[in-house]
């Protein structure tokens, strides 16, 4: 069976996703269009690239992911010197790291730009803080006078991933014409975490209504739950309480979405208590998350039919249906 998925972000919780994917691939699914948020990108883009959900297993146990927060000589520096780096570089880590991984990942399977792969396999979500609006990689990246072809998927990723305040925003300076004085400041633009405007993007493959000639493919939803619902966020200073509204706002804003159009179509994987940015999580409990995700995808397809997915489309009045072709 055929089908588009879309992957939530979660940062590290996205393990679950990959357990998720595995099962899935197991039950003969196979993926068409891919799209995905912050670390969900991730996922997307490795399957879009080729990966399977078994290899993805393999990434994991060989990846430490504490690896991607490299600390520059100001972290020597206690308390004042990660303070000046946020100042200065508006993050606490680079992000660099996490950027090279995943390049090699995909170079590993002859990936490198946006044109490497089939028109409209991937679309990656960002934010553009400069000027407030969502990205939906690479087709918006011209916006910027940015060739999308050319735009590597690497970088997408990194822009998706960028959760703000912990790791650095990317910048990138405007290559269109320019306005009459129009400040140098203002030439560069800020670009960080797609789940800071849509960190479950489950409406980005829907269609109304199918043509003569062609199919209507499922669009599944891949989703994190148990988000910090053990421990409330602990706000000791400002910075504490920047972050704590973030992650608020990357767990709750899509809920509603998913509640008004049913679960019928969304995939929910229990996160077994696990923090965004736990990059220091263990073997043991990284395992643990992917046997979590490949339970969910089991629990899930036990139920489900092609029928039923048209006929709660139909009855719930909502656009979840992709078209392709025959």
Not at 97 to 116: M, P, S
Not at 266 to 285: A, C, R
């Amino acid at each position: 069976m055929k089908v588009n998925a879309v992957f939530e972000g979660g940062g590290v919780k996205a393990i679950g996703l990959a357990g998720a994917v595995s099962e899935a691939e197991r039950r003969g699914v196979t993926f068409h269009q891919l799209a995905g948020t912050s670390s969900g990108s991730i996922v997307a883009a490795l399957l879009a690239a080729g990966y399977k959900g078994e290899e993805m297993k393999q990434i994991i146990q060989s990846t430490p992911f504490i690896s991607f927060l490299k600390k520059s000589w100001l972290h020597q520096i206690r308390w004042i010197g990660p303070a000046i780096r946020l100042f200065v570089k508006k993050g606490l880590y680079s992000g660099e790291e996490l950027e090279y991984w995943i390049y090699k990942l995909l170079q590993a399977k002859g990936i490198r730009t946006f044109a490497d792969l089939p028109y409209n396999r991937l679309k990656i979500i960002a934010s553009d803080i400069s000027l407030g609006r969502l990205l939906v990689l690479p087709d918006d990246i011209s916006r910027y006078g940015i060739d999308p072809h050319k735009f590597t998927v690497a970088k997408a990723i990194r822009m998706s991933t960028s959760i703000p305040y912990f790791f650095d925003p990317v910048i990138i300076r405007k290559r269109y014409p320019r306005k009459k004085k129009e400040k140098f400041t203002d030439q560069f633009v800020y670009i960080v975490d797609g789940g800071l405007l849509s960190n479950f993007p489950l409406w980005l493959f829907d269609a109304h209504e199918a043509e003569p000639g062609e199919k209507i493919l499922p669009t599944l939803g891949f989703q994190l739950v148990g988000r910090g619902s053990n421990e409330p966020n602990r706000i000791i200073g400002p910075l504490s309480m920047l972050q704590a509204l973030f992650s608020t706002m990357m767990d709750a804003h899509d809920e509603r979405f998913i509640e008004e159009h049913k679960s019928f179509r969304t995939i929910k994987i229990p996160t077994l208590g696990i923090h965004t940015t736990e990059f220091d999580l263990s073997k043991e409990k990284s395992m643990e998350l992917y046997e979590s995700g490949r339970k969910a995808a089991a629990k899930f397809f036990d139920k489900w039919s092609y029928e039923d997915y048209l006929a709660k489309c139909k009855k719930t009045d909502v656009a979840a249906m992709a078209v392709v072709r025959q």
